[in-house]
Each structure stands twice: as C-alpha cells, then as structure tokens.
C-alpha cells in the first residue's frame, strides 16, 4: 500500500550527486594544479639561484685569470668555492681549458664550447648524482698572447633537491589543503541548495490526505515556479475532489430516492394483489432494487475504502463499544429473522483504527451471516486481544470449501448463494479493510459447522 | 401511530404513506424544516422520519431545533447517503436511528418498534381480545395476565392477527409480513408459526382458526 502511495518516479541523476561531483571534482583538479604550478615555480627558482651561484664563481675564476710576461696565470679565488658551499655539502668540480686543451682541475669533465662571454648550463648526472655544470669562455689578450680560456663548474643538486622536496610537500600540504576547504564548502553548499527541496518534499509528504492547502512557508526564488505549479495543481485536486465527493453524494441521492418510491409502491401493491404471477413479478422487482441499491451501495463504499486505504484516518478507538454501537444498530434486522445477535467481547479492546472503516467491515461480515443464517439460529460476535480481532461465526451452510480462498475477491460470490441478495463485495470489503490496518480477513468452516470470519486488525 | 414524514420527495412521500396507511398508521407530512418544525411544534407524534436532504437545508438542522426544544419524540433518519461516504454518525447527531433508501418497510416497522422500546414512549394503546392482551410497543402478549415470550416472528404475525380479529388473513398476505424479500420461502411455512401461536394460546379463551381456502382468523372461543 505503501509503494502506491509514494508513487514510482522516473529519475534522471541526481542533483545532490551532480553539485557534489562536479564541485569536489573541481576542487581535486584545482589542487593538483595548484600543486604543479608551486612545484614547478619553486624548482625554477632554485635552479636559477644555482645557476647564479655558479656562474658567480665562473665569473670569479675567469676574472682572476690574466696573462702576465705571456705567461697565462690562473688563480683560483678562495671565494668561487666558497659561495658554492651548501648545507648538504653538495659536492663541486671544476676544470680548466685553454683553447680546448685540458690545463687543470677534473679531467673527466665534459668539456663544452661557448662563446665568449656567455655562460651555458647543463644539467647531467656524475656519480649516481644529479649535476649541475655552467660553462664560460673568456678571450684574453696580452702582448702578442691570444688565448682562449674556458671554464667549467659543477655542483652536485643534493641541496637543491632537498628544498625542492620542503617546497612539493608545503605544496602538497597547500593544495591538500584547498582540497579539504573547498569539499567542505561544497558539503555545505549542496546542503544549503537541496535543504529547500527536501523541506518542501518533506512538509507535502508530512500533510494528512486531506490537507490540499497551498504551500505557505517561503521557498527560494528558483523553486517558486515549482511550489506555484505545485500550489495551483493541488487547488485544482481539491475541487474536484471536493466536485466529485459531492457529486458522489448526490447521485446516490437522486438514485436510491427514486428507488425507494418504486420499491415501497411495490410493497403497497404486493399486499393488494392475489394473482400468483403478479405477485412473483413484484418480489422480483423488489429483490432487483434491492440489489441494484445494495450493488451501487457497496460499490461505492469499496471505492472510497479504496481511496482511503491509503490514508487512514486512524485513532484510538474502543473495539468493544464501536462493536457494540453496531449491533445494537443491526439487531432489528438479525430479530425479523429471529436470529440473535450475541456479542462477546473482552471489556475495552482499544486498537488504532479507522472507527467509520472497521465498522463497515464489521456490517459487512454481520451482514453475511444474517443472509446465510437459518431462522432461530445465534450469530456470535466476538472481539478478542493480542491480537486485536473480531470473530463473526453463523451456523449457516459455511464457506464453500473448495473458494474458501477467492471468496474476498471483487464480485465473487460462493456458488452456495442462490437466491440470496448480494453483489460480491462484502467480503472485499472487509478484507480491503483488514489489509488497509495490516491484518487480514480469515475464512474458515469449524468443525461443528457454520461459517467463521476473522477480521484481525 | 402517529407518523411525521420529512421528505421533499412527493413521490417517496406518497409510496411510503400509502404502505404506512395499510398497516393502519397515520402519516403527516411535511417537505420542507420550515414545515417539519411547524408540525412538530404544534402536534404530537409518535416518530418521526426525516430525510437528511432537503430544499431548505440539511435535516440535521432539524435534529438541532427538536433537541433544542427538549422534546422526546424519537427520530428515525432516512438517508440516501453512505455511512461511509457521510463519515458522520448520525446517532452522534441526536437520531435515534438511520436507515438507508431504499428501505424494507418491514425493517422499518422493525426498527420503529426497538425506538420506541428503547423511548419507551407512544400512545399505542394496549389491544386486549377476551383474557389475551398485547402491548404493541413492548411486543408483549399476556395470557391471562401472565406474560408470554414470543419470537419476533409469532410476535408479528400475532400482531396481524389482534389488530384485526374476525378478519380472515390469506397464507400469502401473512407470509409477507412476515419474511423479508430475500428469504424464498412457501407459504406453508406459516403453519409452523401458526402452530406455535395457538400453543402459547391453548389456556386462553382465544384461538386461532383454520378457514380452508381462505387463511387464519383470531377468536374467541
């Protein structure tokens, strides 16, 4: 019952996913941006803080050089080593060239040539380590001397590796960081987008079935369509709900009253005449309007049980007195048959129920039995607890054994009802009843005979 | 007895007086509140059947005006409504009872009589033939002064039969008193209550006799 009420939606996504994958997407994507481009920044910097460095001391080995009595003199300053020093203690190599033929320092050196003036960097690996080797030129001049003279530094990237690494991870940490903030922020925006939505889902499912009102509590500007859309259709329901309870209403009205001219004329004339057949066609007629009455009666009451069932209009109610009420009500009809009517209930038998429904449902087994009863017969009503149920019991001719089971289906009727007045909707009735308050309607024939129907709540 | 039928229906009203008139009541009628209030302000009934649709309003605000002026004639709603559709108990409203349209006459007269037990009010008087009596409005049969119990049914057909002593009842016209529209049964059924209403009379001076051809006839020895 539940699943028809709430209604199979098709859905397409879902906007909660959609914000918070795009939204944490984005920030994932953003972080790791974030991330290369201080990476990649930071590396830059440091190498070119080492490429400063070493082109220093280049500067400061080429400068010491001169030619003296043209004799090429190189000194090698304290300070071009000095500035190269590191707090990892990179290591560094030097080598000297004149005109491309090895003078002094590290031999294994790969030698490059540069113009003049100019300083050229390389990056290569010596040792296991990584290397970073600056190469300059100078011309130098002096009497009939002419020579080249080039210089080559390397130093090991030891230091630089290791700020680079505190750099990635402050990085890491930052776009982390921005990550975890922007996550949050995208929580909490989802929240804040769908709260609406769901409130406004929440308070219409909240609403009893008769609460067809508009929505009064404020919405955000982008949902006003919806919730206006939502309000005007729910205004249309109510009408035509209101139209057709009433027209329900109505049509009843104009039907049984003319019903009950034609059947009480009918009575009045069946006491006037003598003719055997004139007298069986007025029975007829009386037992067609009974039934046509009965049948549109009945239809009727399993339409809206049918509607209700959804929404049951449940309170606290006293089984035993509501049980009471009733057969007082029907014990008239159960004594022109000299039924009796005998109830036995438990004092106060209080069950959560719909009290109009239950007491359809009661009618309508009560009913039953005082059809099939035979004359001078009792008819046992009995309310029970734990579990709250109601028991009518005839000595009639019972179930018929072999439908006992497809009996409360809609317009069914045993084969043992020949000749007795009834549409078939009794028993659905109850059983729709029984369903709607999570219980069921069980028949069953006793073993001393009759007919027994448990309408358990 | 004395009958107020509220009905806007001429139709209605007219079948239903017309059977009430056969079982020797008297019927007013009215179609509007204005009228009903009117009758029932300024005559006394027994019972009154009032319809809850009417042109004027709805019945239950006759209900309130006969509450309201204390009065005890017990009312009988005929409603073309469902009690399911309607959600409203009309008991709850200050009727004494309801009964759907169409109705069975006989209910009716079923559902009058446990009324006005319950009210214990009618100007029905006691019909008494030779030592036997009835109180009509308690189903009550004395012999001799000593109360009898009936069922329901000898109850009725007894009734038939003292309401109108001397007169000859047919099989037929007894078994329509007495069995309702539903229960398909021959017409020599009756003698077993027949039977049974002679038993009961057998220290009285009254009796029931067997006319062949015609049907039964109460009297007095």
């Known amino acids: 019952m539940k699943d028809r009420r709430e209604g199979k939606v098709n859905t397409s996504g879902s906007l909660r996913n959609t914000l918070m994958v795009s939204l944490i997407g984005g920030a994932v994507v953003l972080a790791v941006i974030l991330y290369l481009v201080v990476r990649t920044y930071a590396a830059q910097i440091a190498q070119s803080t080492q490429d400063r460095i070493l082109s220093a001391s280049i500067t400061s080995i080429l400068d010491a050089a001169a030619i003296r009595n043209d004799t090429l003199s190189v000194e090698l300053p304290y300070s071009a080593f000095s500035i190269l020093s590191t707090q990892a203690d990179d290591r560094f190599f030097y080598a000297i060239y004149q ?90 925006l989802t929240y804040a987008t769908i709260t609406p939505l769901t409130r406004l889902a929440a308070s219409v499912q909240r609403r009893g079935a008769e609460d067809l009102r508009p929505v009064a509590a404020p919405v955000p500007a982008e949902m006003a369509p919806l919730v206006g859309a939502l309000n005007s259709f729910m205004g249309r329901l109510s009408h035509s709900l209101d139209q057709s309870e009433e027209f329900i209403a109505e049509a009843a009205h104009r039907v049984r009253t003319p019903l009950a001219t034609v059947r009480s004329y009918a009575e009045t004339t069946l006491q006037r005449v003598d003719k055997l057949e004139n007298r069986q066609a007025l029975r007829s007629m009386v037992r067609a309007i009974d039934e046509s009455s009965r049948a549109a009666g009945q239809l009727l009451d399993h339409a809206m049980i049918t509607f209700r069932a959804d929404h049951l209009n449940k309170e606290t109610l006293n089984l035993t007195e509501l049980t009471q009420e009733l057969i007082q009500a029907m014990r008239p009809i159960a004594e022109m048959k000299d039924v009796e009517l005998d109830l036995m209930a438990h004092d106060d038998v209080q069950t959560e129920g719909d009290a109009i429904l239950i007491q359809n449902a009661m009618r309508n087994l009560i009913d039953n039995a005082l059809k099939y ?85 | 007895m004395k009958f107020l039928l509220v009905e806007d229906n001429l139709d209605l009203a007219n079948a239903v007086t017309s059977r009430m008139l056969m079982d020797g009541h008297v019927v007013d009628h009215a179609e509007k509140i204005e009228d009903a209030k009117l009758f029932s302000d300024t005559g006394e009934y027994d019972l009154i059947l009032l319809d809850i649709m009417l042109p004027d ?29 309607d959600r409203i108990s009309l008991l709850d409203l200050g009727a004494d009872d309801y009964m759907t349209k169409p109705f069975d006459h006989a209910e009716l007269q079923a559902r009058v009589r446990a009324v006005l037990r319950r009210n214990h009010g009618s100007s029905q008087p006691v019909i008494t033939v030779g ?16 109360p009898v119990k ?53 220290p009285s001076s009254v009796t029931i006799t067997t006319h062949r051809g015609l049907g039964y006839r109460l009297d007095q020895r």
């Not at chain 1, 491309?100 to 050229?120: C, I, K, N, W």
């Not at chain 1, 009518?392 to 006992?404: A, K, L, Q, T």
């Not at chain 1, 409360?408 to 369903?435: E, H, K, P, Y």
């Open chain 1, 99 to 188: 005109d491309g033929e090895f003078l002094s320092g590290y031999d294994r050196m790969v030698h490059a040539q540069t113009p003049p003036g100019e300083v050229r960097f390389e990056s290569g690996r010596y040792d296991g380590s990584d290397l970073r080797i600056a190469t300059a030129s100078r011309r130098l001049v002096g009497g009939s001397e002419r020579t080249t003279l080039s210089v080559t530094v390397a130093q090991t990237q030891e230091n630089l590796a290791g700020v680079l690494n505190r750099i990635s991870r402050n990085a890491a940490l930052l776009g982390f960081g921005f990550f975890a903030l922007m996550t949050l922020l995208s929580l909490w």
């Open chain 2, 131 to 146: 030592d036997v009596s009835f109180d009509p409005v308690a189903g009550q049969m004395r012999v001799k002064g000593a």
């Open chain 2, 150 to 202: 009936l069922r329901n049914r000898e109850l009725r057909l007894f009734e038939l039969l003292i309401n109108a002593p001397n007169q000859i009842f047919s099989k037929q016209k007894l078994c329509d008193r007495l069995f309702t529209f539903d229960e398909d049964v021959s017409e020599n059924a009756i003698e077993v209550y027949i039977g049974r209403l002679r038993k009961h009379l057998e």
């Open chain 1, 373 to 457: 009863a035979p004359f001078e017969t009792a008819i046992t009503v009995k309310v029970l607890a734990n579990p709250t149920r109601i028991k009518v019991r005839d000595y009639g001719p019972g179930f018929p054994v072999e439908e006992i089971d497809e009996l409360a289906t809609r317009f069914r009727r045993g084969t043992n009802s020949d000749g007795i007045i009834g549409s078939g909707l009794g028993l659905t009735i109850a059983s729709d009843v029984a369903t709607a308050h999570g219980g069921s309607l069980i028949l069953t024939n006793p073993a001393e005979g009759g007919a027994c129907a448990t309408l358990s709540l």
């Open chain 2, 57 to 85: 309003g709805d019945g239950r605000s006759f209900l309130e005006h006969h509450r309201a002026k204390k009065r005890d004639t017990p009312v009988i709603v005929l409603t073309a409504r469902s009690q399911v559709s």
